[in-house]
């Protein structure tokens, strides 16, 4: 059975940094692609940022340019996002997916984990 979890989430104030992890466990995940996506309540669920099986193509939103790092353990299915210098607007919870290619569509990845709080504060 295929599981997906994310850690690291939780309060900090503006400017601050916070780093989530990914883990995916229970299926083949060797040529996979990894996204983090965000959600608050009311609004649709955001690209943040995407990497490939190979960790060469990165994409990011425009929102968290220079200031988020997306990473990945290599041709393992554990994934990273350091935050730094963190804004309120960045508050949200963050999800984690797995799919086939490097994209910011939602509905483009297969498997997704349960989500990590990040609040940020002003």
């Known amino acids: 059975q295929v599981q997906v979890a994310e850690s690291g989430g939780g309060m900090v104030q503006a400017g601050g940094s916070l780093r989530l992890t990914c883990e995916a466990s229970g299926g083949t995940f060797d040529r996979s692609a990894m996204a983090w996506f965000r959600q608050t309540p009311g609004k649709e669920r955001e690209f943040v940022a995407t990497?490939?099986?190979?960790?060469?193509?990165?994409y990011y939103a425009d929102s968290v340019k220079g200031r988020f790092t997306i990473s990945r353990d290599n041709g393992q299915p554990t994934m990273y996002l350091q935050m730094n210098n963190l804004e309120p607007e960045d508050t949200a919870v963050y999800y984690c997916?797995?799919?086939?290619?490097?994209?910011?569509?939602?509905?483009?990845?297969?498997?997704w984990g349960q989500g990590t709080h990040v609040t940020v504060s002003s």
């Open positions: 997916a797995v799919g086939d290619l490097p994209l910011e569509i939602p509905r483009t990845y297969e498997y």
């Open positions: 990497i490939s099986w190979s960790g060469i193509n990165i």
